[in-house]
């Protein structure tokens, strides 16, 4: 699975698969301490993508 990695400077490192394709962009929020925000956006990579859809779901715990 090819994602992105958002380091603690806010420096996006892409990492691909072992093909180097890109497959799509997984976003995933903490919105508080007991919900998180979730969506996966398949055939796109991260330059294309600038958020959550509303197609995005929201996971209690």
Excluded: C, W
Excluded at 1 to 12: H, K, L, P, Q, W
Excluded at 15 to 41: H, M, P, S, W
């Amino acid at each position: 699975m090819a994602r992105e990695f958002i380091d603690n400077t806010g420096i996006r490192e892409p990492t691909r698969n072992a093909e180097g394709q890109v497959l799509g962009v997984f976003l995933a929020q903490v919105v508080d301490d007991t919900t998180f925000k979730v969506e996966v956006i398949p055939g796109r990579d991260s330059s294309q993508v600038t958020g959550f859809s509303e197609s995005a779901r929201l996971y209690h715990r």
